[in-house]
């Protein structure tokens, strides 16, 4: 095997992908890994153009990740945000450490003297040295909002409020009716992505969100319609064990587009390939072992296996189980 993408979100793309990059040093050491991130999740803060799950991604492939919190650099203070916050300025509840600016200051300064989103990623990737290639899914501005269902503090009811409001200041907990990715209609994927996707031998879709981080890559155009064309098998591990979220509040996203907080509910989402859908196969935990027949049933080979990455070595093992896979004919 010689070729893998990954379509990534943050915490668990990024943990799933360091688990591949660790089994493939053993089985495969000359594999290319390609990673199309997430960034849906960007927004502009304090001036500085922030991508959270290209850091988490990149950090956490580099060596640099905060491993208690899951994304954030390791050793981090917030110094300078306190001194922001003292002038009145920023958000109290979406505080950037100070290591961590220092990568939305290069970002931001390349960016401004026209290096693309792409171009700003590979430049930071040279200091990170992640082991695969990252690659923004686009490199167009695609931010994720929602649309708030009633009144909440300075909000009015259909108010469209950036995800990462909802997702940190409200945790989730203020009812929405939907997800709007603003700049999608102008959005074309980055450089490089169809292409990984079609010359791929394996494409995977680990364990991140799959409304707003998969889904958002996925409404890009072209990318959908590439998973659906490449002759590489696309095999999916579930993000839900045992009716609960892995981590984050992927349930309420879940809810909000009508999809049932299960393991072979999101499997169906994503549907299997022989029907016009995404997945050739989908790895779920064990204990959702009996979801196995209504996939198998609906053209997705799926297998039960532990799913929880505790550290590199289970997350390594669960790289095995989808190279296994993906190397069946």
Known sequence: MKKITVLAGGVGGAR???GLLHRLAASHPRAEVTVIVNTGDDLWLNGLRVCPDLDTVMYTLGGGINEEWGWGRAGESRRTSEEIGAY???WSWFTLG??????HIVRTDLLRTGATL???TALLCERWQPGARLLPMSDQPVETHVRLEADVDEHHAGDLVHFEEWWVRYRAHVEVTEFIQVGLAEATAAPGVLDAIHSADLVVIPPSNPVVSVGTILAVPGIREALRRTPARVVGVSPIIGGSAVRGMADHCLRVIGVETSAAAVGLHYGSRESGGLLDAWLVD???AAALPALDAAGIRATAVPLWMHDVPTSAAIAAEVLAIGAER
């Open 286 to 288: 064990e204990t959702d």
């Open 118 to 120: 792409s171009e700003a």
């Open 88 to 90: 009145g300025r920023g």
């Open 98 to 103: 100070d290591l961590d600016l220092a990568t």
């Open 16 to 18: 799933f992908t360091r």
